[in-house]
C-alpha cells in the first residue's frame, strides 16, 4: 500500500476543490404522500431511515438538465470560464442516454469546447470514482482542472409498487470544480473498491434485457421488468456498515492520518442507521457524519457532491481541515477520500457572473450552428469516401 508523505519536491501538482454547487428539482414529495401509493408510514419511513421528504424531478427536468445547473454553480463559484475547462466527468446510473454520455450533453450546454467528457456508471459509489479520476489526471499533469459532477433521476427508475426501495429514493445534481495548484493539500488519498459477486443485491437491468435472467439459489430466473431499480435492502444495509468503516480508515491510513484527524465524513446518504452503526465501529461521534438525508433522501450518485454543498453552506468546513467523503452502492462497489480543504474562494463579482452566463448564450448559439452546418454540409458534399460517391453514382443512374 502506498502511503501519503508530504512532498519533498517544490514541482509536485495538487488538486483542489475551488467550486461546488447543486440543484434539487423544486417539486418536494412527501413520506406522507407515499403512504397515499404504497403500504407505509411516515412514521415508519423515518424511524427506519431517517427520511421524511426527496425531490422528484419534473417532466422537463432529466439528468442532463440537473447536471447543468450544478455545473453552471460550481463553475461560478470557483470562477473557471467553460472554455478553459479540460474534463467533464459525470458519476450517474440514470443518464439520458447511453450515449451520447451526459457529460457530452453538458460539454454542449456549457460550450466548454476545450473538455474531455465522459460519464461512469459505479451507482452510489460514482462521485468518489469520478473525483478520484479526475484528481489522478490532475496530480499527473495531464490535466490543469476537471468538472465533476454526480446527477441522477432516481425517480424515473423505481418501482413504484415496491415499499422496500420507492421510500428511499430522490433526484438531484452536485457538482465541484478541482484545479491544479502547488499549494499542498486538496485530494489526498483514495480507495476504490468493488466486489461484483454481490450483483444481484442491487441492480437496474439495461434497456436490451428483456428480462435481465439473475443467478439465483443456483438457477438462472428471469429477472425483473426493464428500467426498473431491484434492492435487497437487508444484504445491502450490511455491508454498507461494513465497508464505510473499513474504507474510512484504509483511506485515512493512505493519506499519513487516522479516523480521529477527520473534521468531517461526507457519506453516502443511504440511511442514517447506516451512519449510526458506522459511528459507533469506529468510535465516532456521530456528529462528525453530515447528513441531509431527512430532506433529500437517497439520490445515489448525487448524494456526496449536494451533501458537500449543504455542509459548506452550513459551515461545517474550514481551511485545512480534513475532510473524507466515503460512498457505496450497486456493484458493488464502494470508495472512499480525503481532502485537505483549501481557502474557500471569493464568491464571484456581479460582473463575472453576468459575463459566465453571456457565455452560455453563447454556447447555445454556436451548438446551433454547428448542427445547421453539418446538416449543410451534408447536403452539399454528399458522401464521404470515393467508394460511397461511386455507389450513389451508380443508384443515382439505376433511378
Ligand atoms: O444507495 C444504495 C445503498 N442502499 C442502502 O444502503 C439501503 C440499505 N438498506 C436499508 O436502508 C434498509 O434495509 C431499508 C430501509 C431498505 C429497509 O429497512 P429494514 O429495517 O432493513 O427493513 P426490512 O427490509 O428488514 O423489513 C422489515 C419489515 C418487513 O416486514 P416483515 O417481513 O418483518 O413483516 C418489511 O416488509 O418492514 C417491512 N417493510 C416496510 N413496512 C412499512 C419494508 N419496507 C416497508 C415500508 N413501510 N416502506
Not at 426527496?54 to 467553460?82: H, W
Not at 454498507?240 to 465524513?265: C, M, W, Y
Not at 469506529?282 to 456528529?287: G, N, V
Not at 464568491?347 to 452560455?360: F, I, V
Amino acid at each position: 500500500m502506498t502511503e501519503w508523505h508530504e512532498p519533498m519536491e517544490s514541482n509536485m501538482r495538487y488538486a483542489h476543490i475551488q467550486g461546488w454547487g447543486s440543484y434539487l428539482p423544486e417539486h418536494v414529495y412527501t413520506n406522507d404522500e407515499i403512504a397515499q401509493t404504497v403500504e407505509t408510514t411516515d412514521e415508519w419511513i423515518y424511524r427506519r431511515t431517517g427520511i421524511k421528504e426527496r425531490r422528484i424531478a419534473n417532466s422537463d427536468e432529466t439528468t442532463a438538465t440537473l447536471s447543468m445547473k450544478a455545473a453552471e454553480e460550481a463553475l461560478g463559484r470557483a470562477g473557471l470560464p467553460p472554455s478553459k475547462v479540460e474534463m467533464i466527468v459525470v458519476a450517474t446510473s440514470t443518464p439520458d442516454y447511453i450515449f451520447p454520455s451526459t457529460a457530452c450533453q453538458v460539454q454542449d450546454h456549457l460550450g466548454a469546447t476545450k473538455a474531455a467528457a465522459f460519464d461512469i456508471s459505479a451507482a452510489c459509489s460514482g462521485f468518489v470514482y469520478a473525483l478520484s479520476i479526475a484528481a489522478q489526471s490532475i496530480q499527473s499533469g495531464a490535466m490543469n482542472n476537471a468538472l465533476v459532477i454526480g446527477a441522477e433521476t432516481m425517480s424515473r427508475v423505481l418501482n413504484w409498487d415496491d415499499r422496500g426501495t420507492c421510500i428511499l429514493f430522490g433526484d438531484g445534481a452536485g457538482a465541484v470544480v478541482l484545479e491544479a495548484s502547488d499549494t499542498p493539500g486538496g485530494v489526498l488519498a483514495s480507495v476504490l473498491r468493488s466486489d461484483g459477486s454481490g450483483r444481484d443485491l442491487l441492480y437496474l437491468p439495461a434497456v436490451y434485457q428483456n428480462p435481465m435472467p439473475m443467478l439465483q439459489g443456483g438457477k438462472w430466473q428471469n429477472g425483473h421488468k426493464n428500467n426498473q431499480m431491484v434492492m435487497n435492502g437487508r444484504q445491502v444495509f450490511r455491508f454498507a456498515t461494513r465497508v464505510l468503516a473499513e474504507s474510512l480508515e484504509e483511506v485515512t491510513e493512505k493519506a499519513g492520518l487516522t479516523v480521529n484527524d477527520l473534521n468531517l465524513i461526507v457519506p453516502h446518504q443511504a440511511n442514517v442507521r447506516i451512519l449510526e452503526t458506522a459511528a459507533k465501529k469506529l468510535k465516532l461521534d456521530q456528529d462528525i457524519f453530515f447528513s441531509n438525508v431527512e430532506t433529500v433522501g437517497n439520490t445515489s450518485a448525487a448524494s456526496i457532491p449536494v451533501a458537500l454543498c449543504e455542509a459548506l453552506k452550513a459551515g461545517r468546513l474550514q481551511a485545512d481541515d480534513h475532510v473524507a467523503l466515503v460512498g457505496f452502492g450497486g456493484g458493488l462497489t464502494w470508495g472512499a477520500t480525503v481532502i485537505k480543504w483549501a481557502a474557500t474562494p471569493p464568491e464571484p463579482t456581479r460582473w463575472q457572473a453576468l459575463r459566465t452566463q453571456a457565455s452560455y448564450g453563447t454556447a447555445r448559439v454556436r451548438s446551433r450552428f454547428r448542427q445547421w452546418q453539418r446538416r449543410v454540409g451534408a447536403r452539399l458534399g454528399g458522401s464521404p469516401t470515393p467508394d460511397a460517391r461511386m455507389r450513389d453514382a451508380v443508384k443515382g443512374d439505376k433511378e
